[in-house]
């Protein structure tokens, strides 16, 4: 069976995304788990460094998932009842329900159909944050942005290994903090998992106040004393995870060469059909190559002639505002032309780092019998 693949019952699937893992991410976990700390030991210390260090931002601050990060990285950056966040529909929900959580307002902006990502000039002016989606692995730019939003957090879920001309994404040169996941299907995994970098060793306070509890500890008091400074979570990694991570982000370049590899080969592969390519990163800018998202008519059917050869696409994402539990927002297509458009199209074709040529070749196959 080759990597990449699972199967049930006798069909191989081959999957729009999953995770890679090798022998010494195995070996990392069973280590920690022969050891004396499960969680809150120095595998999350020593995995936030890290972090930090591959992103070339001073503070990474782990969390049991993005979601919990973006929850977090709006708290500490008191948006609450009234305020209204920016941020794009084409995303998964989370990028929205962050500002729920606060009793906070979502405002979805239009996406650019060359990018995928939100117009940063249709941001509004009088927007308390902005959470920019970094769709596909492709940066927002957020140096287009006419005037900066009080509070600018970065969805990077899909981001993790990408460059901007100011540097790595989650070095948060244009933003206060910077929101990855580890997800399974997502650049590296840790099971569950996220992270918050930050410039700001307040928010980063914060932010590691928030994850758990809001305790603060005050030795002074005694070696037993801590005090609760604010509202805060079980919002934590365990140290399970953070090996786990660890290990996997000593493996980042390479998957992001392989992903880089396999979406060119799709380029060429896919060139003379009767499909819109994904968006290129402009000069001075990395691709972090998440998804390979193609535009393609008769979508539906396409979708349900892969699935039926075991191949797995998805559809990223039905708009947020579609959502019953958003309907009460009042968004709809005349506010979101091209998010509309884009979502009636889109399909994002199998591309992980363990996906071999022969399946991706397969793929393609099928895809051009459809078409
Ligand atoms: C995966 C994802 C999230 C949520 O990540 P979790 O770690 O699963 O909570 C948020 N935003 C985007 C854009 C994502 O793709």
């Not at 020593?46 to 708290?75: C, D, I, N, R, W």
């Not at 799709?266 to 390519?277: C, F, N, Q, R, S």
Request: hydrophobic share 45%; charged share 20%; with cysteine.
């Amino acid at each position: 069976m080759a990597v990449g693949r699972t199967t049930t019952r006798d069909v191989v699937v081959i999957s729009y995304g999953r995770q890679l893992l090798d022998e010494d991410d195995i070996a990392a976990v069973v280590a920690v788990l022969r050891g004396d700390w499960l969680t809150q030991g120095p595998a999350v210390e020593k995995f936030e460094q890290s972090l930090a260090h591959a992103v070339e931002a001073p503070y990474a601050v782990v969390f049991s998932s993005a979601t919990a990060g973006l929850h977090a990285a709006l708290a500490v950056a008191e948006i609450g009842a009234g305020d209204v966040v920016a941020t794009s529909s084409l995303s998964f929900v989370a990028s929205a329900n962050c500002a729920r959580y606060l009793g906070a307002t979502p405002a979805f902006v239009d996406v650019d159909p060359g990018t995928l990502n939100l117009r940063p000039d249709k941001v509004p002016a009088d927007v308390a944050a902005l959470v920019a989606v970094h769709y596909a692995g492709l940066p927002v730019d957020l140096s287009a942005l006419h005037g900066r939003p009080p509070v600018i957090v970065e969805d990077a879920a899909h981001a993790l290994g990408a460059i901007t001309p100011d540097g790595p994404v989650g070095n948060c040169a244009r933003s206060d903090m910077c929101v990855f996941s580890f997800h399974p299907v997502k650049a590296i995994t840790t099971g569950e998992g996220g992270a918050v970098t930050t410039r700001s060793r307040a928010l980063a306070d914060a932010l590691r106040r928030f994850r758990s509890h809001g305790i603060v500890r005050v030795p002074e008091k005694g070696g037993w004393y801590y005090q609760v400074a604010g509202l805060g979570y079980n919002y934590r990694l365990t140290d399970v995870q953070s090996a786990l991570g660890q290990s996997q982000l000593s493996k980042l370049e390479g998957f992001l060469a392989r992903r880089a590899e396999l979406a060119q080969r799709y380029d060429a592969l896919l060139a003379d059909l009767p499909v819109t390519l994904p968006p290129v990163a402009p000069s001075g800018t990395r691709h972090a190559h998440h998804l390979y998202a193609v535009r393609i008519r008769d979508r539906r059917r396409v979708y349900d002639g892969l699935r039926e050869r075991g191949i797995v696409p998805q559809v990223h994402y039905v708009p947020i505002h579609h959502h019953p539990a958003f309907a009460g927002l009042g968004f709809t297509v005349e506010h979101l032309p091209e998010t509309e458009r884009a979502y009636e199209q889109l399909l994002s074709l199998p591309l992980h780092p363990g996906l071999t040529n022969e399946d991706q070749d397969l793929v393609v196959d099928i895809l051009k019998r459809l078409l």
